[in-house]
């Protein structure tokens, strides 16, 4: 019995070793956070500090009355969840003089049922660039974009 302890805490301490220790680890998204934020700010109705996370210089011009366009949509209601399922990067938000993008499909739950299908679902588009980073589209759907 002991020797299988022993064994076992060994494999443990192995284990744990090669788990810190990556070659590679991926950057975190850059924009998860402010998006969700933004989407539950368009929920409630406060759209001015829904509108913080846009990237001003690059933004797409419809995107305010869009956004007052969702907040109609929502009624008021509450985001109870707002996941990120999905996701695509172009560029490295390491490299100077390149422009970093990520699109990211959230689903959006306005009930407490996970299980089933979100309310909606939302795509967004964040940029990086040498004069600023933000938010520049916001897309909000009834039905999955990424099917």
Same mark, same amino acid.
């Given at each position: 019995? +002991?020797?299988?302890?022993? /064994?076992?805490?060994?494999?443990?301490?192995?284990?744990?070793?090669?788990?810190?220790?990556?070659? %590679?680890?991926?950057?975190?998204?850059?924009?998860?956070?402010?998006?969700?934020?933004? #989407?539950?700010?368009?929920?409630?109705?406060? /759209?001015? $500090?829904?509108?913080?996370?846009?990237?001003?210089? +690059?933004?797409?011009?419809?995107?305010?009355?869009?956004?007052?366009?969702?907040?109609?949509?929502?009624?008021?209601?509450?985001?109870?969840?707002?996941?990120?399922?999905?996701?695509?990067?172009?560029?490295?938000?390491?490299?100077?003089?390149?422009? !970093?993008?990520? #699109?990211? !499909?959230? +689903? #959006? !739950?306005? =009930?407490?049922? %996970? =299980?089933? $299908?979100?309310?909606? !679902?939302?795509?967004?588009?964040? #940029?990086?660039?040498?004069?600023?980073?933000?938010?520049? =589209?916001?897309?909000? %759907?009834?039905?999955?974009?990424?099917?």
């Amino acid at each position: 019995m +002991k020797k299988f302890i022993a /064994l076992l805490l060994a494999l443990l301490c192995v284990l744990s070793l090669v788990g810190c220790v990556q070659p %590679y680890k991926e950057q975190p998204l850059r924009n998860l956070m402010p998006v969700q934020k933004m #989407i539950e700010d368009i929920a409630t109705g406060n /759209l001015e $500090e829904a509108w913080n996370p846009v990237y001003n210089r +690059k933004v797409d011009p419809e995107l305010k009355e869009t956004l007052e366009q969702y907040a109609e949509m929502f009624a008021g209601r509450e985001v109870k969840r707002c996941d990120c399922y999905d996701f695509e990067r172009t560029g490295d938000p390491t490299v100077s003089g390149e422009v !970093y993008t990520e #699109i990211l !499909y959230f +689903k #959006i !739950y306005l =009930s407490e049922d %996970y =299980s089933g $299908e979100p309310d909606y !679902y939302a795509k967004a588009v964040g #940029i990086n660039d040498d004069d600023g980073t933000g938010v520049i =589209s916001l897309e909000i %759907y009834e039905e999955d974009p990424v099917k």
